[in-house]
């Protein structure tokens, strides 16, 4: 096959398809290599234990990507012409307190500011207007999160000329904590808030992670967290099969071993078992860079310093335990109101011991008392079969445990699964025994990277959203603009701006390398 395509996608997460998908239109020859049977890396929709039940292997909550050109002016045809399709539920988000009360967001803000007053009228009256000042600068968060970022120097520069650019700034500097003290005064709104924030995999008394929260807000009143119909992965899907219609190829089983290099230009691939693939333009990856970088470049030479600053980048603090648990009924819970809310988050009573839970996974501790649970089957009946439902699971989870480091995972998986739901037996009144079809299935970190091994560690950010691993220093400053150290050699994915999650990433990474292809990406979208 050497010689035959113009570019190689090695890895066919939705990042990579997304790019791929962009480069396909633009008319050049695609090839995506993907190890797994089935594309999409995390964006992955799989029947997970019994027949018929279709569970989100990884990723369920597609928020970032909305407002993403990809999906808001369907500029690949994925909602035209591919049948990709959202339900938009209004009720977001419920923040279940062991009081009994809940916290509701909405996509509506003056409902959200309705339950925050519930707790806190301060509170209320604050999130409106950090709503009304963060909405306004949305769209230019937006455009910078979908296009190449702009080094930092010029980004520092271009923020100093007003004083709004100054304060959102400064807080880029921040941690969420530090934001939400500033703003609000009860424990329950900072915990409500600081959750959202810790999305990212990094503590949120973690410097930089305060500008999450004036994307968040925004964000998801503007255009609301999605739910896709038929699962996760018909968003990969549907990209696969665009590039398959203008003249890609998508190959599964195919693990990349390592990349051909001559001299300082990267030529193609070698996949387990020997079999070259070559690209004459280019080659993206969506591998993570710690996972490329030196072990899969045998014999080549690097720029001075280069691998120093790879082997440096951090992981994230913790990272992610999933299971699917296959249901008669979907849940009925106790706290009145929260039965259509999409995401459901069990959470301490205090900041103080919201902030502890951080603290634990950074000592290698996990916890199984606060877990989202999530029935995409209220809006989407296609997943599951007549009246049944599938229930999506999840809790924040350290890789290296204090005791026994990752390979302990083995052994008490099983016992945090069933402590996730003896959590949310005690906000329900029928997840009993008698609801529960089958065995649950269950994924942790330590699963999540022989999984894929492009989460090393199990880290699904691949590196970690900090102050000194964001925008144009992600993955590492000078190599923030998706350009590696070789001639030829691009990258996107998790590893590179604007991070983990379902974004559509790819799209800012196709915009790079079209420029350098001399293909005007504004005549490739209609």
Known sequence: MAGNFDIIVAG???????????????????????????????????????????????????????????????????????????????????IVFPD??????????????????????????????????????????????????????????????????????????????????????????????????????????????????????????????????????????????????????????????????????????????????????????????????????????????FIHKVKRLEHSEFTAFNSAWSLHEAPKYTIEGIEESMWVQISPGTIEDGLKVFDNYRYGIPESNSPVSICTTLWDKTRAPEGKHCLYFYHFAPYNLKDGGPAKWDEIGEDICRGMMEELRKITTNMGDDNIIGKPWYITPLEIERYNPAMVHGDICHIAYTLSQQSSSRPIAGYGQYRMPFKKLYLTGASTHPGAGVTGGGRAPAMAMMEDLEIDFEKVIP
């Open 12 to 94: 066919g997460g939705h990042n990579g398809l997304t790019c791929g998908a962009y480069l396909a239109k633009a008319g050049l020859k695609v090839c995506v290599l993907e190890r797994q049977d089935k594309v999409g890396g995390g964006v992955v929709t799989r029947e997970l234990g019994e027949p018929g039940f279709l569970h989100d292997h990884c990723s369920t909550w597609h928020g970032l990507i909305q407002a993403n050109p990809l999906i808001k002016n369907d500029e690949l045809g994925l909602l035209s012409e591919y049948g990709l399709k959202y339900i938009y539920p209004n009720l977001q988000t419920s």
């Open 100 to 305: 009994g009360r809940a916290m509701k967001f909405y996509k509506d803000v003056d409902k959200t500011c309705e339950s925050i007053a519930e707790f806190s009228q301060h509170d209320a009256n604050s999130y409106r207007k950090f709503y009304e000042w963060a909405e306004k600068m949305l769209d230019m968060f937006t455009q910078g999160m979908f296009s190449p970022p702009p080094p930092f120097g010029a980004y520092a520069a271009m923020m100093d000329e007003s004083d709004e650019g100054r304060e959102l700034l400064r807080a880029s500097m921040c941690s969420g904590m530090d934001i939400c003290n500033e703003w609000f005064e009860s424990d329950y709104t900072k915990i409500a808030m600081t959750r959202f924030v810790a999305e990212g995999m990094v503590s949120p008394q973690a410097k930089g992670t305060g500008l999450m929260l004036f994307v968040f807000i925004p964000l998801s009143h503007k255009y609301g967290g999605g739910v896709p119909v038929g699962g996760s992965g018909v968003l990969s899907d549907c990209l696969a099969r665009l590039i398959e219609d203008y003249g890609g190829t998508v190959r599964t089983e195919c693990p990349i071993e390592s990349f051909k290099v001559s001299g300082d230009e990267v030529k193609g691939v070698v996949l387990q078992g020997g079999e070259e693939v070559d690209a004459t333009k280019a080659i993206i990856s969506n591998l993570n860079i710690k996972q490329m970088f030196p072990d899969m470049f045998p014999g080549a030479s690097f720029p001075e310093g």
